[in-house]
């Protein structure tokens, strides 16, 4: 019976390399080591997919019905091969889930039907593809870099159909914006996780494009700084780590996981982040599933420009 009684292969590795007897001698760290990876937690260094799988399953989970309503509005999702979990058969990526709870942030504050909506610094598109799926809106003007652009541009032109697509407007950053955008009234600006990746500077000035040009706004980006090199390894280098300390008008150090942290930091954030005196605050709350990104609607008045 003793043979009954005894590691597997797989184990026997383990126990060899990992969880030796000698690792039992020092507890220092170790439960953020190989020998805890082995334990009780996947190493989230080698086990990233896995991890942003889970966090997306369990956020599916509790998606509402009007959440999944708008997400389901949404064609084409699956453009691009992303990494997608199915609930009750139904697929769905991080990027769209957030997109779904996005839209439904800002509709409690604006009105979106008939709606002009700019966005600065859209990424591939995701939320002006969402946006256009949900609303009949009168027309979406995007705001990027010139290589970005085209990568929306190739991205909406694919997912979005002739009448949607024909709503869009592209505008480079290395052209005149204000010029361009001279005599155009918006109804909302959008802008998630771009304003913490410009230079201060460049934020103030479109904040200043937003109070000429828009009456509502949205924005969602982190409340502030962090240095945790466990947490990526500074897989870009050390010199990217530095340009991004660099960036955005919230740039002050803080623990993106803790609770009491974020608070403190919000205050600033609601501050920086409103394009001008005449400007409230309509709504404001954690940018979920981000521990440390935070999201807010602005209006200037309630009548469209």
């Known amino acids: 019976m003793a043979q009954a009684f005894q590691a597997s292969r797989q184990w026997q590795r383990i126990s060899e390399r990992w969880v030796t007897e000698e690792a039992a001698a020092d507890l220092t760290d170790f439960k953020s080591d190989p020998r805890n990876f082995h334990l009780a937690l996947w190493d989230p260094t080698t086990n990233g997919v896995r991890y942003l799988k889970a966090l997306l399953y369990e956020l599916a989970t509790r998606l509402s019905p009007e959440e999944w309503a708008r997400i389901e509005k949404v064609r084409n999702r699956e453009v691009g091969n992303p990494l997608s979990v199915r609930i009750d058969g139904r697929p769905v990526c991080l990027d769209y889930l957030q997109a779904s709870q996005e839209l439904g942030f800002i ?3 604006v009105e979106l039907r008939g709606a002009r909506v700019l966005e600065i610094g859209a990424g591939y598109g995701r939320v002006c593809h969402a946006m256009l799926s949900n609303y009949d809106l009168a027309g ?18 694919e997912v979005l159909d002739d009448e949607q697509f024909a709503k869009v407007r592209f505008v480079p950053v290395d052209e005149d914006v204000e010029a361009a955008l001279e005599s155009s009234r918006f109804d909302l600006c959008v802008n998630v996780h771009s304003f913490t990746e410009m230079a201060p500077e460049t934020v103030s000035a479109y904040l200043r494009l937003i109070d000429r040009s828009c009456t509502g706004f949205f924005v969602k980006n982190p409340v502030g700084k962090y240095i945790d090199k466990s947490m990526d390894g500074y897989g870009k280098g050390n010199e990217a780590v530095q340009m991004a300390l660099e960036n955005g008008p919230l740039r002050q150090l803080l623990d993106i996981h803790d609770t009491e942290a ?3 930091a ?8 409103r394009p001008g005196e005449e400007w409230t605050c309509a709504r404001e709350g954690r940018g979920l599933p981000w521990s440390y990104f935070w999201q807010a609607v602005y209006t200037k008045n309630s009548a469209r420009p």
């Open 140 to 157: 979406y003007c995007i705001v990027d870099l010139r290589n970005t652009l085209a990568l929306s541009r190739r991205y909406l032109r």
């Open 262 to 264: 974020v608070k403190a």
């Open 107 to 109: 509709e409690k504050a």
């Open 266 to 273: 919000v205050p600033a954030f609601l501050s920086a982040y």
